[in-house]
């Protein structure tokens, strides 16, 4: 089980079934579902965004730390405005991937670049050497943001997903 995460701007903190309208409104969105990798249908409502939930909650419990699931809160007003992850990468799970999702109203504004920068520290306090976050190659978004955290392309790859994604690494010394 995960904890809470704390930025100048946000609460990294894990997600509750409560959430499910503002977690629809981000994971329903085509412009954040269509970039997921692994590729996520689309949610259709308010229920099924709560079996999705469910589901994501009792993971949460299985996984050790540094991983788990995070809904991205404004620390201003307690809005939810996407979701993180460091999650293990299949196929084998000895890579773990880092990675943010946010509502389209809230790009270009850092907010993901923050919340990575989080996930980064976290995971290096808990001991991990690297930490990868993988994207479709015409996600530019995904990869400037990548960078900005200090994250360097390393290559190509379709280990991950059983697709073509270009893959990032950080290394404690390279955190932004």
């Known amino acids: 089980m995960v904890g809470q995460l704390v930025t100048e701007r946000l609460l990294l903190r894990?997600?509750?079934?409560?959430?499910?309208?503002?977690?629809?409104?981000?994971?329903?969105?085509?412009?954040?579902?269509?970039?997921?990798?692994?590729?996520?249908?689309r949610v259709p409502d308010v229920a099924a965004m709560r079996l999705v939930l469910q589901q994501w909650t009792g993971e949460a419990a299985?996984?050790?730390?540094?991983?788990?699931?995070?809904?991205i809160e404004l620390r201003e007003n307690a809005?939810?405005?996407?979701?993180?992850?460091?999650?293990?990468?299949?196929?084998?799970?000895?890579?773990?991937?880092?990675?943010w999702q946010l509502h389209p109203d809230a790009w270009g504004q850092g907010y993901a670049t923050e919340a990575g920068r989080a996930l980064a520290r976290w995971?290096?306090?808990?001991?991990?050497d690297e930490v990868l976050a993988v994207a479709r190659p015409t996600n530019d978004r995904?990869?400037?943001?990548?960078?900005?955290?200090?994250?360097?392309?390393?290559g190509e790859t379709e280990k991950y997903y059983d697709m073509r994604l270009l893959v990032f690494r950080l290394r404690p010394g390279d955190l932004l």
């Open 142 to 154: 995904a990869g400037a943001t990548a960078r900005r955290i200090g994250m360097e392309w390393v």
């Open 14 to 41: 894990p997600w509750h079934i409560d959430d499910d309208e503002a977690a629809l409104a981000i994971y329903g969105a085509p412009g954040v579902s269509g970039w997921l990798s692994p590729a996520m249908d």
């Open 123 to 128: 995971a290096f306090a808990e001991g991990l």
């Open 79 to 99: 809005r939810v405005i996407g979701g993180a992850v460091l999650l293990p990468l299949p196929p084998r799970g000895e890579d773990l991937e880092m990675g």
């Open 62 to 71: 299985r996984l050790l730390p540094p991983a788990g699931r995070w809904a």
